[in-house]
């Protein structure tokens, strides 16, 4: 089944809007709303970030139907992996069926400000990565959990409010070892759009299935390929691809937004990339069936949870064109 979503960014708006947003994506019949996780934003100048965990309950209790969940939250630097433990099994408790946790490995820009530690290399974010989600697959699982690993430890820790129905775990993953990992051991897998279609095909997805294939408890229905699909829809084609300015970090290289942690230093690199290079990570289009086109070419990779990150101020309209011009479509082509 296809499974098409919103991102709502908290880098880009305020608590107060990212819930009436949920609200209006529950309305025009979004089946999922994904929440950032930032402790600081990817540009200080009209920035926001409010907490995640914090957001996911309000938004919890202002819709009714639809799938929530963080894409996503590091839960092994600011974060103890026993309070993201604690958290989620209280909001979980909550909004029983309706709570995904999406994890990464994190980036400096959210962790280092907080927290002032020394960046790790990735080998030792994924160790970490690898440590917090079984120690917080344990908490649900189990009362009075002593763990002793390299890098979180806990005494007899029990998570007394669990829902009856497990909190299913996606894992974040750009490159093939952390994408084995997420077959192996995620109930899902998350990645983002706009790169290289060979990243996809011959590494990602593969990587994926060969994960998948050593896990004893092997079901395609419990597993999802979801996707961040950054789109900029409007009916005109000058502000479709304005709207992408305020996004201009994303186009910045992996080693720099991965080990940057000041905002106003990604502002300014990010200021001086040309606007087709700003564009270039985004499904830029006025025509709904060019639009479907491009977006289908990630059906047809395999991804059955898409979540459209739209870059404008303007959500609602985007909102409204999405239900009107696109969802309609997606649904059909997928029937």
């Known amino acids: 089944m296809l499974r098409l979503g919103y991102k709502a960014s908290t880098e880009q708006f305020s608590p107060q809007q990212l819930i009436q947003f949920a609200v209006a994506a529950e309305a025009h019949g979004f089946d999922s709303v994904f929440v950032s996780d930032h402790f600081q934003p ?13 957001l996911l309950g309000a938004l919890g209790a202002s819709t009714s139907r639809i799938t929530i969940g963080t894409s996503v939250l590091t839960p092994t630097f600011r974060y103890h992996p026993a309070i993201v433990a604690q958290a989620f099994a209280t909001l979980g408790s909550l909004f029983p069926g309706r709570m995904i946790l999406g994890v990464g490995s994190g980036e400096s820009l959210n962790e280092v400000p907080a927290t002032k530690l020394s960046w790790p290399d990735n080998k030792v974010r994924f160790a970490r990565l690898r440590e917090a989600v079984e120690l917080i697959r344990q908490l649900w699982r189990e009362q009075r959990v002593s763990f002793n690993g390299e890098y979180y430890q806990t005494q007899n820790a029990t998570i007394y409010d669990r829902p009856a129905q ?157 239900a009107e011009h696109i969802l309609p479509r997606l649904r059909s082509g997928a029937r």
């Open 42 to 54: 990817w540009r200080h100048t009209d920035g926001h970030a409010p907490s995640a965990i914090a």
């Open 166 to 322: 497990p909190i299913p775990v996606y894992i974040a993953a750009a490159g093939p070892k952390i994408a084995a990992y997420a077959g192996q051991y995620g109930d899902g897998f998350i990645c983002t759009s706009g790169k290289a279609e060979t990243l996809y095909t011959e590494q990602l997805l593969p990587q994926v299935m060969a994960g998948r294939a050593r896990r004893p408890d092997s079901c395609e229905s419990s597993f999802e390929n979801m996707i961040e699909l950054k789109v900029s829809f409007n009916t005109d084609q000058h502000q479709a691809l304005q709207d992408t300015r305020h996004w201009a970090a994303l186009a910045l290289s992996p080693e720099q937004k991965m080990n940057m942690a000041d905002p106003l230093d990604l502002e300014r690199l990010a200021a001086a990339l040309p606007l087709e290079q700003v564009a270039s990570r985004w499904i830029v289009s006025t025509d709904p069936d060019e639009h479907v086109a491009q977006i289908s070419r990630y059906i047809r990779l395999g991804f059955r949870h898409l979540v459209f990150h739209a870059p404008g101020n303007d959500q609602l309209r985007f909102m409204q064109h999405y």
